[in-house]
C-alpha cells in the first residue's frame, strides 16, 4: 500500500448537525510516463523528438502534436498552448529549444489575447 487518503462523508441528522464519516481508501494507480528513446525532455511529462524533419510531441509514449520542422507559426502555437494550458513552464520551454525567454513571453501573451488565429495571419 503505497499511500492512503481519507474520503469525508457527512451524515445528516433531524436537526441538522453534519457528523464526518471517515472511509479509507487507496489511492488510484497513476500512469507513469515512459518515453520512447531518442525523446528530449521538455519536463517530467512532456517530451519531443526531430525525425525525418517532422517534429513530435509526447506525454508519456503517446504523441500528442506533430509539426514540420521548419514550420515556425504551429512551433510558437504548440509551445505556447503547453504553457498555457500548464504542461510546461516558460523556461523549459527556453531550455529544451534554445529560444529567448522574451520570444516565448510574446508568444504566450499572443496566444492568451488572439488565440491560435494570432499565429496564423
Aim: positive net charge.
Amino acid at each position: 500500500m503505497l499511500c492512503n487518503y481519507i474520503k469525508f462523508q457527512y451524515i445528516f441528522l433531524i436537526d441538522f448537525k453534519m457528523i464526518p464519516i471517515f472511509e479509507k481508501n487507496k489511492m488510484p494507480q497513476i500512469i507513469l510516463p515512459f518515453f520512447p528513446e531518442d525523446i528530449r525532455l521538455i519536463n517530467s511529462i512532456v517530451g519531443f523528438q526531430k525525425k525525418d524533419g517532422i517534429v513530435y510531441y509526447f506525454n508519456g509514449s503517446m504523441p500528442i502534436y506533430q509539426h514540420p520542422e521548419n514550420d515556425i507559426k504551429s512551433f510558437r502555437l504548440f509551445t505556447s498552448q503547453l504553457v498555457v494550458n500548464g504542461n510546461a513552464k516558460q523556461i523549459e520551454i527556453v531550455k529544451a529549444f534554445g529560444v529567448s525567454v522574451i520570444s516565448v513571453k510574446r508568444w504566450v501573451k499572443r496566444y492568451r489575447k488572439e488565440g491560435a488565429q494570432g499565429f496564423f495571419y
